[in-house]
């Protein structure tokens, strides 16, 4: 269990998948995403095991939610600066969370 001050201490954040490419050297299947989170925060980068349900075509324009302030980690060939939120379907394939309707990137889940 958690209490609401270590829940508040994760910045969850609105942002637009700005471009997704192949990670080749991932044991599973996996985007390299570029996501604008406004002007405030500019644009990072992290992979996603997302493969499944998304082509990277279909991901350009995605508006998604996730945590910017984990920490870097390295992810094969690059540096994961955020995590996207998503939850296993039936199968265990990651379903993006994303708003129901489009709003201004960089803007703090509360």
Known sequence: ??????????????GT??????LP??????????????????????????TDHYDATDLIDR??????????RQIGSIISQCLVLGIPDADGKVVLIQPDRRTADGLRLS
């Not at 269990?1 to 910045?11: R, V």
């Not at 998948?17 to 192949?22: D, E, G, K, M, V």
């Open 1 to 14: 269990m958690t209490n609401i001050d270590t829940f508040m201490a994760l910045d969850m954040r609105t």
């Open 63 to 72: 508006q998604v939610i996730a945590v910017i302030n984990l920490g870097e």
């Open 25 to 50: 050297e991932a044991h599973v299947p996996a985007w390299v995403l570029d996501i604008d989170f406004g002007p405030e925060i500019g644009t990072l980068r992290t992979s996603a095991r997302i």
């Open 17 to 22: 998948i700005q471009s997704a490419s192949p």
